[in-house]
């Protein structure tokens, strides 16, 4: 995984900015890649926790590193959301709606996702960042 490029979901982000985990995994990444989701999710909880204003300058100096790309959806996301989305109902293994928009970023840009979240296994072209 050194020198690879790495996506983070919400949960990776806020662990690694705590010191928690992912620390070696995102420092020694290429590119570090963020679904748009992330980010608002992130802001949504900055809004509603006693930390906004020092979470958001956090956030937007990581998001300012050449390193750091945020990802966006285009024609081929949406159509893969809605592969996906097929995908898991036929398995009976939904994910929630955020979760499937980050999981057709990464599969679609072929990127690692750091995440604690287990259902992300459940998405089979998914890879995972250990």
Not at 95 to 101: A, Y
Request: hydrophobic share 40%; charged share 20%.
């Amino acid at each position: 995984m050194i020198g690879s490029n790495l996506a983070l979901d919400t949960n990776a982000y806020s662990d690694w900015q705590r010191g928690i985990r992912w620390q070696k995994i995102v420092s020694r990444a290429r590119l570090v890649f963020v679904p748009f989701v992330v980010i608002a999710e992130l802001r949504a909880g900055f809004a509603a926790g006693s930390k906004s204003r020092e979470n958001s300058r956090n956030l937007d100096a990581f998001l300012s590193s050449s390193s750091v790309s945020i990802l966006y959806p285009d024609d081929t996301t949406l159509t893969l959301y809605g592969k996906l989305f097929a995908e898991l109902r036929r398995q009976g293994t939904p994910i929630p709606s955020n979760d499937l928009w980050i999981a057709a970023l990464c599969t679609q840009h072929n990127l690692p996702l750091a995440t604690s979240d287990d259902h992300f296994s459940y998405v089979t072209l998914l890879i995972r960042a250990e």
